[in-house]
T-cell receptor, first 111, second 115 residues
Framework: SQQGEEDPQALSIQEGENATMNCSYK?????LQWYRQNSGRGLVHLIL?????REKHSGRLRVTLDTSKKSSSLLITASRAADTASYFC???????????FGQGTRLTINP | DAMVIQNPRYQVTQFGKPVTLSCSQT?????MYWYQQKSSQAPKLLFH???????NEADTPDNFQSRRPNTSFCFLDIRSPGLGDAAMYLC??????????????FGPGTRLTVT
């Protein structure tokens, strides 16, 4: 079964608004990562949060991790048209030496 | 700049005709991955090399094979492509230490079309 599940599958907001995406997972992890993918391109790493961390910031990005609920959220503040992309969470499962990706959230920022 | 390079960016092959996709990296990372991604889906891991150790995913078809002749290069061979193998193929690298891998760096992908 899918390790990472994301919610919502699609999100459309106006430029300047905040966007929140959620990710849930099932097993113990070393870390959880968020990636962005523009249409037809490779994935770009955004942020990594370790299992012993609860919150992390990078520019307009804020990531939280709740290991008791096995969930994470990605908040993009003051969204811009250039933020339009698909966003994937990925978990590094303990001992697995690989990432397991969620199904992704397709984010559309309307000007 | 250090990067992950994939060639070609677009590949068209005929049904059943073997095809090889290539990936090279200048990051000197010891772990390399191949993913298959179909439209609007998550990347699906096919296999990865941790140093020279090859790790095949249980559900990767036998039709897919890989070679890593040195640290910098990794190849994906599709022996007899079917229409269902049309997809974007992504190569990624990471620095593995003590069994953990950290963040991955992706190439731009090769879009494979099977006619």
């Amino acid at each position: 079964s899918q390790q990472g599940e994301e919610d919502p599958q699609a999100l459309s907001i106006q430029e300047g608004e905040n966007a929140t995406m959620n990710c849930s997972y099932k097993t113990s992890i070393n870390n959880l990562q968020w990636y962005r993918q523009n249409s037809g391109r490779g994935l770009v790493h955004l942020i990594l949060i370790r299992s012993n961390e609860r919150e992390k910031h990078s520019g307009r990005l804020r990531v939280t991790l709740d290991t008791s609920k096995k969930s994470s959220s990605l908040l993009i503040t003051a969204s811009r048209a250039a933020d339009t992309a698909s966003y994937f969470c990925a978990t590094e499962i303990q001992g697995a030496q690989k990432l397991v990706f969620g199904q992704g959230t397709r984010l559309t920022i309307n000007p | 700049d250090a990067m992950v390079i994939q060639n070609p960016r677009y590949q068209v092959t005929q049904f059943g005709k073997p095809v090889t996709l290539s990936c090279s990296q200048t990051l000197n990372h010891n772990v390399m991955y191949w993913y298959q991604q179909k439209s609007s889906q998550a990347p699906k891991l096919l296999f990865h090399y941790y140093d020279k150790d090859f790790n095949n995913e249980a559900d990767t078809p036998d039709n897919f094979q890989s070679r890593r002749p040195n640290t910098s290069f990794c190849f994906l061979d599709i022996r007899s492509p079917g229409l269902g193998d049309a997809a974007m193929y992504l190569c990624a690298t990471s620095r593995g230490r003590q069994g953990a891998i950290g963040e991955q760096y992706f190439g731009p992908g090769t879009r494979l079309t099977v006619t």
